[in-house]
């Protein structure tokens, strides 16, 4: 019986996981910049950073803090996440024009200091991100306070189904940038940039212009 239960609760996991993952946002657009320079790897990287900021909120949403967050604060995360987003993308756009004078987008792009590291940018996009918290404090917490009341197991489970649906979909994005870095032609590779760098600039703009829509939603 227990194990039926797990075994739902990965199964929940990962479609909801999966659901959300293949919606295009700003953690999507900013896993194929990095993938162009550092490969298949980066999606995993992205992904666990991403991870942490789930697990912070997966535990403070089993200890009830969760309910606290109120809509001055959501509507905040619009403003500082949808500047983030926007500055984001800048650099991008910035790394973009880069690459168009030499053949070497990595060494162009060390003014942006992100693309250092995967794994902060995973962190950093989820963060600035204000429907992934919206997501959580409203659906994303019920999905796991449901599964908490058949067990801490069967809770463990769905957000482990969660992350693998995660994990799956980014590394298979940045797989296939990745392998398909050495087959793009520069200019086809600075387009991509620019097309990176558009959205992350569209979904910062976005979000700080809509913050207000944020304190019907929350």
């Not at 162009?36 to 949403?61: D, S, T």
């Not at 800048?90 to 004078?101: F, G, M, N, V, Y």
């Not at 989820?126 to 992934?132: G, H």
Request: charged residues 10%.
């Amino acid at each position: 019986m227990l194990a039926i239960e797990i075994l739902k609760a990965l199964l929940l996991g990962f479609s909801v996981g999966l659901t959300g993952a293949l919606v295009p946002g700003p953690m999507l657009f900013a896993t194929i910049e990095i993938s162009l320079k550092k490969g298949w790897l980066a999606g995993p990287q992205v992904v666990f950073g991403h991870m942490i900021v789930e697990l912070v909120l997966y535990v403070l949403i089993l200890l009830g803090a969760a309910s606290f967050v109120g809509s001055s604060m959501i509507s905040a995360i619009f403003l500082i996440g949808g500047f983030s987003l926007l500055v984001f993308g800048l650099l991008t756009l910035k790394d973009a024009r880069a690459a168009a004078s030499s053949a070497q987008v990595s060494q162009d792009s060390s003014d942006l200091k992100l693309t250092s590291s995967p794994a902060l940018i995973g962190l950093v996009t989820s963060v600035s991100n204000p429907y992934f918290w919206i997501w959580w404090l409203t659906a994303g917490g019920a999905l796991v306070l449901k599964s908490y009341e058949l067990g801490i197991l069967i809770a463990m489970a769905y957000m482990l189904g969660h992350w693998t649906a995660d994990l799956s979909w980014f590394t298979a994005v940045s797989g296939s940038f990745g392998r398909g870095k050495a087959l793009l032609s520069q200019k086809m590779h600075r387009y991509i940039l620019y097309i990176c760098g558009i959205f992350l600039v569209i979904f910062g703009l976005y979000f700080m212009l809509n913050y207000k829509h944020s304190i019907q939603l929350s």
